[in-house]
């Protein structure tokens, strides 16, 4: 990074940090410094520019889990994606990996390469966050994505999905189709259940479902791959005789959820999904199963970790706010897709 650009990045650090409580991440705040933009047109300009115009060329490091699933094979076909909408951008990919040390020792690659901006989505938030602490230090912007640092010093950026959010969404289309059915019995297949994302969804699905006068009569958690799928869902089926609705919180697990019911013989509720697969979506369009809904969890999070990266490596902010300074956080929606608006989302969707 040059000169230049570490000057212009430790005056954004500047005004990034100077809001962040002790309890909570803000998305964003200004300065009183002398070096804040004073006229109240000057963000305004900045806003109008056209950001998708060639800049200065930036070097990006890009490091994620390995693509042992298909939302995760999303996140990294994604930022590769946006590395070839953008002539000025160059995206140094890392190795997909499970291994906390490995990850460690990509970003401290990029960290002595001197990459303008390193988009990072940690196997273990915690565990990586020293070490995006160093490129910070070094004066390179760290974009986290999906799992959080435990510092907020450790990252300028930090886009994630809406866990808690995929749940009221979830619990939202259930009691809508559910109206007519005061006693209707809804099941849950969940995640992992130690991960704070699952237990994030089930709080969002239960306050939904507490809304409409319904609760979780029946919840199970698999692993969020195919084979857990299939076996909790037939444990499941087996020990609920009567079922309206299901929500399974991932739809790569919700392939082996799917077998499972059709093993069974069983149609006489509908199932909701999460996360967004392009093949979940397919059989939505299609009606041709009890699967009529699925949540996204969106898979273009790195995607937009890399732009964001590279509007703060060149010194500009999201066009469309009046803000001049790039949010500390930014929490992307959870919609719910259905038969009504599945062409709205499905060229985006990841492949299960």
């Not at 806003?47 to 094979?73: E, Q």
């Not at 040390?101 to 390469?113: C, G």
């Not at 289309?173 to 006693?183: E, N």
């Not at 709080?203 to 409409?212: E, I, N, Q, T």
Request: net charge negative; charged share 20%.
């Amino acid at each position: 990074m040059s000169a230049t650009k570490q000057r212009r990045f430790r005056r954004s650090m500047t005004t990034a940090v100077c809001a962040v409580g002790a309890t909570a991440l803000v998305t964003g705040c200004t300065s009183n410094t002398a070096e804040a933009p004073a006229a109240a047109g000057s963000g305004a300009a900045q806003a109008a520019s056209a950001n998708d115009d060639p800049g200065d060329t930036v070097r990006i490091g890009f490091s994620a889990p390995a693509a042992d699933h298909g939302w995760m094979a999303g996140i990294t076909e994604a930022a590769r994606a946006e590395d070839e909408r953008y002539e000025d951008v160059e995206l140094v990919v890392a190795e997909g990996t499970n291994d906390v040390s490995a990850q460690i020792s990509q970003v401290e690659t990029f960290i002595n390469d001197g990459v303008d901006a390193i988009v990072l989505l940690p196997f273990d938030g915690a565990a990586l966050t020293p070490v995006a602490q160093k490129a910070m230090d070094a004066g390179i912007p760290v974009i986290n994505v999906d799992r959080e640092f435990s510092s907020p010093f450790a990252a300028r950026a930090t886009v994630l999905g809406d866990n808690y959010g995929m749940g009221v969404s979830a619990g939202t289309y259930v009691c809508s189709q559910l109206a007519d059915k005061p006693d209707a019995v809804v099941a849950e297949i969940a995640g992992i259940d130690s991960l704070p994302l699952t237990q994030d969804r089930s709080k969002g699905f239960s306050d939904a479902l507490a809304d409409c006068g319904l609760d979780v009569d029946n919840r199970v958690a698999a692993e969020f791959t195919v084979e857990s799928g299939e076996e909790v869902a037939a444990n499941l089926l087996q020990a609920a005789p009567q079922i309206d609705a299901i929500w399974n919180h991932d739809d790569d697990q919700g392939v082996g959820v799917l077998a499972a019911i059709n093993n069974a013989g069983r149609s006489e509720f509908f199932m909701v999904g999460g996360a967004g697969s392009a093949n979940a979506m397919r059989s939505i369009q299609a009606d041709d199963s009890v699967l009529k809904a699925t949540v996204i969890y969106p898979s273009t999070q790195a995607a937009d970790g890399v732009r964001l990266a590279r509007l703060i490596a060149q010194g500009k902010n999201l066009s469309d706010l009046s803000e001049v300074e790039i949010p500390r956080q930014i929490v992307l929606n959870a919609p719910v897709v259905t038969k009504d608006n599945v062409d709205q989302y499905l060229d985006s969707a990841f492949e299960s």
